[in-house]
């Protein structure tokens, strides 16, 4: 099968990396709106004025920015491997498990605070689209505009670098193919960028800031089993490594005196 290529393989990590960057940082690409700032901004291109009005700035939305919570894992799969690239085989072993296994409950708690948000604001957001009128007033004002071109563009790139990740990390070595825990992990982040976006354009502009904090409970229901998976198997290299810990131990132990 031959060596690993690493310039490949560390094309992999950075585009990895730069997927997360991307979505952690997606608020502020994107930016703010709101349906009042929208009628503001059009009337403004017009030429014409309009006094005592101010637009509520929003967030464009959760789901781009939850994709982290998924994507974060591929990068410390990926990240995992490199570092064993520069440690030795039983120290890397013993890292890994226990590593995996803070991390595992650090992101579940993450994903169920970052679940519980979503759902506490489409429920919000709901109950407003369905207090006519002046809850579906205040709904459209705070929730009726959504940045809709420019998540799809940004949802183009995350997706044009996860390619890359999955074509450099064949590039690499064609072994990764045999890790099912990586490939399944690749194929739901795909599945996930797909999701997202699928919901962006299900909808009328209105109503998409519904459909993203939905997009976004999915994502958290789905880091946090993956988390899950990370959590059970963390469990066997922790033992391993205690036992092989123990196993030194007895080995250096002086002997018992006469």
Known sequence: MGRLRVPFFVIALVAMGLVVLVEVASPLVLGGGSAVGGLLEAATDRGLEVSGISGVEEPPGRAIG???????????????????????????????????????????????????????????????????????????????????????????????LKLVVVVTLLLAHQR??????????LLTSLVCNVIVAFLHGLVPIPLVSIADDIAAIVLSVVAIIWALVLLVGSIPAIVKAVRSTLSAARDIRPPARL
């Open 176 to 185: 990764f193919l045999q890790n099912k825990g990586l490939v399944l992990l």
């Open 66 to 160: 939850y994709l982290a919570l998924v994507d974060v894992i591929g990068l410390y799969s990926i990240g995992l491997m490199a570092v064993g690239l520069l440690l030795p085989d039983r120290l890397h072993s013993r890292l890994q498990g226990v590593v995996t296994l803070v991390g595992s409950i650090v992101l579940i708690v993450v994903a169920v605070v970052a679940l519980i948000v979503a759902l506490v604001e489409v429920l919000v957001m709901v109950a407003l689209l369905t207090a006519a009128p002046f809850g579906t007033m205040a709904y459209l004002a705070l929730w009726g505009f959504f940045p809709r071109a420019d998540a799809a563009a940004l949802l183009s790139l995350l997706m044009f």
